[in-house]
């Protein structure tokens, strides 16, 4: 069974746009689709509609990410924020909006995803409560907004998402990459495009918080490689398109996505001559 599997990727996500365009044009059609943080949100859309004009719509919708879902807040507001002990920087609500307004009109649960379009889609997210890895998609009456919004709630920046009395973080806190959640549903071959140190590069590794965020790239990708050797151990092979941040470009910039998705197509496209699908 062939899987799809997308990194988390934060503000880089259009990458995976590009990447996709790519892999349609070689006749890719996934069984599974499985994705942590912005790469859940690609993942949810994709599996609405794996086809040019669903990535075209999928590429409108990043077009549509703005200061008013994703903008960071004022140093009053942010100070106010973490006085007042709020659980993110980011009213998280707009994004949410945003997201409902874009998804297929009906589109309420991945068992709908299942149903009309043969491919089986999950989410990665971690309770809080448990500390757990959660994947959305095992049930069919999970909703696809929560498994979007729960994967993608990056801390400090979003709170983390609320449901069933239960509340849950980005995840990519415990698997950027999820292969492993793609193996234990059943994928027997993996397709992986993994967007590399989202939150740093070393080129950007200057002062304390430069240094921090590639810290934490550093730790992900570590993270990530180990998630990689345990799947292919288990005799899964796993077709890993990597693609490389522009180093000069932010955590938080939103205001590049046709760039990123011409980055990302341009990578897959490398990345697949040189060696190829089989």
């Known amino acids: 069974m062939l899987a799809l599997v997308l990194s988390g990727a934060g503000n880089f996500g259009p990458m995976q746009v590009g990447a996709l365009e790519v892999l349609l044009e070689e006749g890719f059609h996934p069984e599974i689709i499985v994705g942590t943080s912005a790469g859940a949100l690609n993942t949810v859309f994709f599996a609405s509609d794996p086809t040019p ?7 409108d919708a990043w077009r549509a990410v703005g200061e ?3 903008g960071m807040p004022s140093l009053f507001s942010g100070v ?29 649960t991945f068992g709908q995803l299942a149903a009309e379009q043969d491919v089986r889609a999950y989410t990665v997210a971690i309770c809080m409560e448990t500390g757990r890895l959660v994947v959305f998609g095992d049930h069919e009456d999970d909703r696809v907004l ?3 919004m729960a994967s993608a709630a990056i801390p400090p920046y979003f709170p983390p998402w609320e449901r069933g009395g239960r509340h849950y973080l980005d995840g990519g806190v415990l698997s950027k990459l999820p292969v492993r ?6 994928a ?18 200057r002062g304390m918080i430069g240094i921090g965020s590639y810290s934490l790239s550093l730790i992900m990708e570590h993270q ?9 151990a288990a005799g ?3 077709y890993r398109i990597r693609l490389a941040v522009p180093s000069d470009m932010s955590f938080w910039d939103f205001s590049q996505p046709d760039r990123l998705i011409s980055r990302g197509r341009e990578l897959a496209r490398n990345r697949l001559d040189s060696e190829p699908l089989r």
């Not at 071959?189 to 590794?205: F, K, P, Q, W, Y």
């Not at 990530?224 to 292919?232: A, K, L, Q």
Request: glycine residues 8%; without cysteine.
């Open 80 to 108: 106010r924020r973490l006085i007042t002990m709020q659980d993110g920087l980011i009213d998280s609500h707009s994004l949410a909006e945003l997201l409902r307004e874009k998804l297929p009109v009906g589109l309420e």
């Open 188 to 205: 027997t071959e993996v397709v992986a495009i993994d967007i590399s140190n989202t939150h740093g590069t070393l080129e950007g590794a």
């Open 236 to 238: 899964i092979p796993i």
């Open 53 to 59: 004009t669903g990535l075209n719509q999928l590429a």
């Open 146 to 148: 929560d498994g979007m």
């Open 181 to 186: 959640v793609a193996f234990e549903r059943g």
């Open 224 to 232: 990530t490689e180990t998630e990689i050797e345990w799947v292919t």
């Open 68 to 70: 008013n879902e994703v």
